[in-house]
């Protein structure tokens, strides 16, 4: 179900063609939909629902991504069932920003699934429970959340609002899931 953009299909592209020449400039991965990264510092704060691990990383700053703050980022969204640390795409990073900003959340992101080695994501896929065989998780490039502080609808409508990448919604397990793939929603 697609739900209707809003923001004006003409805005975005203004702001897309603003970002593609601020990106430019600055040398680094600026994603199209950035709307809420104009800010000097970008922080992110997660709770992981299988480890219970907690960290707030200022992952951006002066002008750069913090490379410690990124390796701890990494490290929180590991595939706890292998230990297996994969570096997590920057631009899915961002996403979760301006998603936070969009929603206007204090609350942490709840961590139901970050990074997926291929064979806990073979195991999963196997088990059913709508998980690819070809996840996004697999590279990095997804993760399944929820806010304490907002309604899964409300995350949901919020994350297809940026039509940034993948959005799914599971009400029944609890999360919703994005990632950096091509714009889609299930
Ligand atoms: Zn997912």
Sequence with gaps: MEQPSQAHPDLDRRRFLRWGIAAVAAAVP???????LGSAQRRLSFVNLHTDETLTALYWANGSYQRNAVKDINYLLRDFRTGDVHAIDLRLLDLLDTLQHRVRSQ??????????????????????????????????????????????????????SLRAGGVGFYPKPGFVHVDVGPVRTW
Aim: cysteine-free; proline content about 7%.
């Design 107 to 160: 609350s942490p992101f709840q961590v139901i699934s970050g990074y997926r080695s291929p064979a806990t994501n073979a195991k999963l896929a196997a088990l059913g429970d709508g998980v690819a065989r070809r996840s996004y998780h697999m590279k990095g490039m997804a993760i399944d959340i929820a806010l304490a502080d907002r309604t899964l609808p409300a995350l949901h409508q919020a994350a297809l």
């Design 30 to 36: 600026m994603p199209a939909w950035a709307t809420a």
